[in-house]
């Protein structure tokens, strides 16, 4: 028998005011405009790039119970968009590069 793990991490403060601007900044939530959905990408990326994780589970919860985004497509849509916006920001750091100089004096393994 296999059992899965999931650990849900609470949303940190920064990103539910970055999910509070979302909401504040687009009037119709019925329907998203392209716009919108830039906009969005641009907030999640932000979210991404300032290191803050979020779980995807999380971020559909708070859009279900905020209370004014009542399409489902529509919160289907912003979740997707979290979603793909995380998952491109691991990819694109997968591989960083990591400087191995010995400018700080324990920044490498070579013993200086």
């Not at 905020?66 to 694109?92: L, M, P």
Request: net charge negative; with cysteine; proline share 2%.
């Amino acid at each position: 028998m296999r059992y899965k793990l999931t650990i849900c991490m609470p949303l940190l403060n920064s990103t539910i005011m970055r999910l509070n601007e979302i909401t504040t900044m687009i009037e119709n939530k019925s329907q998203l405009t392209p716009e919108n959905e830039s906009f969005i990408k641009e907030v999640f990326k932000e979210i991404n790039e300032n290191g803050e994780r979020y779980d995807i589970d999380e971020i559909e919860s708070w859009f279900e119970n905020e209370g004014s985004w009542k399409t489902k497509d529509v919160r289907i849509r912003i979740v997707n968009i979290s979603h793909y916006a995380q998952t491109k920001f691991e990819q694109t750091n997968k591989f960083r590069i990591v400087d191995d100089s010995c400018d700080d004096g324990d920044s490498c393994s070579c013993g200086h």
